[in-house]
């Protein structure tokens, strides 16, 4: 696979785990979201689909998108493969609730 497919496949990946962990949420609320491990779960590997994604993506490619903040998207998902026991549940939740949304903003314009 070409490096630009790679790309274009990654950022799907990205876009697809973002719509699935939106949609996770939807009509959620923050308590509902502490007291539901089953939900913190599947939000935690959507966030790590979504680093993994990031971290395959091409270092040239993430090197013309500065915009994003590719290294912080990359670290979370280590964390949550590798540092679980620092999980914290709230701050998983101010990510779904402030940084997914502008994630979501900035990649819109490079999907083909």
Same mark, same amino acid.
């Given at each position: 696979?070409?490096?630009?497919?790679?790309?274009?496949?990654?950022?799907?990946?990205?876009?697809?785990?973002?719509?699935?962990?939106?949609?996770?949420?939807?009509?959620?609320?923050?308590?509902?979201?502490?007291?539901?491990?089953?939900?913190?779960?599947? $939000? !935690? +590997?959507?966030? %790590? *689909?979504?680093?993994?994604?990031?971290?395959? /993506?091409?270092?040239?490619?993430?090197?013309?998108? @500065?915009?994003?903040?590719?290294?912080?998207?990359?670290?979370?998902?280590?964390?949550?493969?590798?540092?679980?026991?620092?999980?914290? $549940? !709230? +701050?998983?939740? %101010? *990510?779904?609730?402030?940084?997914?949304?502008? /994630?979501?903003?900035?990649?819109?314009?490079?999907? @083909?």
């Amino acid at each position: 696979m070409s490096a630009l497919n790679r790309d274009l496949a990654s950022l799907w990946d990205m876009n697809r785990a973002i719509t699935d962990l939106q949609s996770f949420l939807e009509n959620v609320t923050y308590e509902n979201y502490q007291n539901n491990l089953l939900l913190h779960r599947g $939000i !935690e +590997r959507e966030l %790590e *689909i979504l680093g993994e994604a990031a971290r395959r /993506l091409s270092s040239q490619f993430r090197d013309q998108h @500065p915009e994003i903040d590719w290294k912080k998207i990359i670290g979370l998902r280590n964390i949550i493969a590798h540092q679980y026991e620092d999980i914290r $549940i !709230e +701050r998983i939740w %101010e *990510i779904t609730q402030n940084d997914i949304p502008l /994630l979501k903003a900035k990649l819109q314009p490079l999907l @083909p």
